[in-house]
């Protein structure tokens, strides 16, 4: 669910604009590999919605490119369960030559948001090149990052002397779709051992730009590293009445009781929080900005109490929902007949959970602030594991920061929290820090994910490839 969507991008955008990069090196030379792009195309047009296509039908593929650059059948293992055949995964492990070092895991899930061609300018399940972008369903969420594991294991197979560490990928299903088969999770429960790494490196991070491609003039501002993200947790809100014939009302009706309480949902603010990862962020981030919000995002790092600081910073939605737990009724059902009272309304509250808060103290806090015993508060899914924030670890920020410098001269890297979720949830909790990495880059629109024309810039895929080679080389070798 999110490439480049750690929820950041207004604020990047509006911070880097302040500065003036200047460029200290030339970055290294980029080039266009066919095979790369090869690859890019083949999992790009195989359509892997949960709808119309087939993740199982992008693991096959994959698995023939794996095996043609020489993975045996001990290398490789893939994953379904008999009642979802087409939301199947694969797993591939280069053994490393070391004894001590631990894996490092690439993850990334091959299923995408479903598209539907009348709506697309262009064929959705077609890549097409126009204008310096890739254009398809999935070049951006997240078959830009699959395609570049993809060819980093190739690539890695060939390599003599071989990586020290060894080196795991796991291509899942499940991610875009809440409550279907996730292989990220299936994984991370009956196949432990088999993503075992000291860390795994996920969507998430990426970088964004001054609101133009580099194809277009524009520049690249920040990049960032994704270092934890909120847990997703959805309740159902249930009034019941008796009912009855609506010529003659009664003052207790489900629609109503329901309405009210879906008031107070929108009205109560969950308490600020702060970790580590957005402390630095809000700090560096609002150094980066010349403006109001700037300033407060700086005191409130320095001072989560300063209340005046707050208010500045809560005008911007993005910044509210890095700073607590956030919640948003998002669906409603009621009634049975339109001459009929109602016997039941419903509704879905999607609540996005700061790290550390449990969905029991998410509920009981919206029913404290509901108030209202005749409303019942229930999760909707229950036992999901809960978000861990990784560590800002030297090891892994290192080999980051130093690759960026070369890459992106000029560029600054910052830690950022996701205020949406992804497949890390799974690995995260199984005791797999995962972190989102930066590498490709995306525009402050949004290139279509999730929507209609999705896109990614051409060199942003390409410059991509060759930095993230190069950061899990720094890391194996």
Not at 443 to 461: A, T
Request: proline share 6%; aromatic share 6%.
């Amino acid at each position: 669910m999110m490439s480049f969507r750690s929820g950041v991008r207004s604020t990047l955008a509006l911070a880097a604009s302040s500065l003036a990069i200047q460029a200290v090196a030339a970055p290294p030379p980029v080039t266009r590999d066919a095979a790369f792009v090869d690859t890019f195309r083949e999992i790009v047009e195989t359509d892997s919605s949960i709808t119309t296509g087939s993740c199982t039908a992008v693991a096959d593929k994959v698995e023939a490119r794996l095996r043609k650059a020489g993975y045996t059948d001990a290398e490789i293992t893939r994953f379904a369960v008999p009642d979802h055949p087409k939301e199947g995964g694969i797993v591939a492990v280069l053994k490393g030559s070391s004894t001590t070092a631990r894996p490092i895991l690439l993850l990334g899930h091959i299923d995408v948001v479903t598209a539907k061609r009348e709506d697309w300018v262009r064929d959705p399940y077609t890549l097409i090149e126009e204008g310096g972008y890739f254009y398809g369903r999935g070049t951006s969420d997240m078959k830009s990052l699959d395609a570049i594991w993809i060819d980093t294991m190739v690539r890695l197979k060939g390599e003599k002397p071989g990586a020290k560490r060894t080196v795991k990928m796991a291509l899942t299903c499940g991610e875009e779709t809440s409550g279907s088969f996730n292989g990220a999770d299936w994984l991370s429960t009956n196949k432990r051992d088999l993503i075992d790494a000291e860390f795994a490196l996920n969507e998430g991070g990426g970088g964004l730009t001054d609101g133009k491609g580099l194809s277009e003039g524009g520049k690249l501002t920040v990049l960032e590293l994704q270092v934890g993200e909120k847990a997703y947790q959805d309740f159902t809100l249930t009034a019941t009445n008796p009912g009855g014939h609506s010529s003659q009302p009664v003052p207790e009706n489900a629609i109503v009781s329901l309405a009210r309480a879906l008031e107070k949902v929108h009205a109560y603010r969950f308490p600020l929080q702060f970790n580590d990862t957005t402390r630095a962020y809000f700090a560096r981030a609002g150094a980066m900005r010349q403006d109001e919000t700037g300033k407060a995002m700086v005191a409130l790092s320095a001072n989560p109490n300063d209340a005046a600081a707050e208010a500045v910073v809560n005008k911007d939605k993005m910044l509210h929902s890095l700073l607590r737990t956030t919640c948003v009724p998002t669906m409603v059902a009621a009634g049975h007949a339109l001459n009929a009272l109602p016997q039941r309304a419903t509704a879905n509250v999607n609540c996005r959970m700061f790290p550390g808060n449990s969905p029991e103290q998410t509920r009981d806090a919206l029913a404290a602030a509901i108030g209202d015993p005749g409303v019942s508060v229930e999760l909707a899914v229950r036992d999901k594991p809960l978000a861990k924030s990784p560590s800002l670890d030297p090891k892994i920020t290192g080999p980051i920061e130093k690759l960026a410098a070369r890459y992106f001269p000029g560029v600054p890297v910052l830690p950022s929290m996701a205020t949406g979720a992804s497949d890390a949830v799974y690995t995260g909790g199984a005791g797999i820090p995962t972190y989102g990495v930066p590498g490709v880059w995306g525009n402050p629109d949004g290139d279509g994910v999730h929507g209609l024309n999705e896109r990614i810039e051409v060199q942003s895929l390409l410059t991509g490839r060759a930095y993230l080679y190069d950061l899990v080389k720094a890391y194996s070798y």
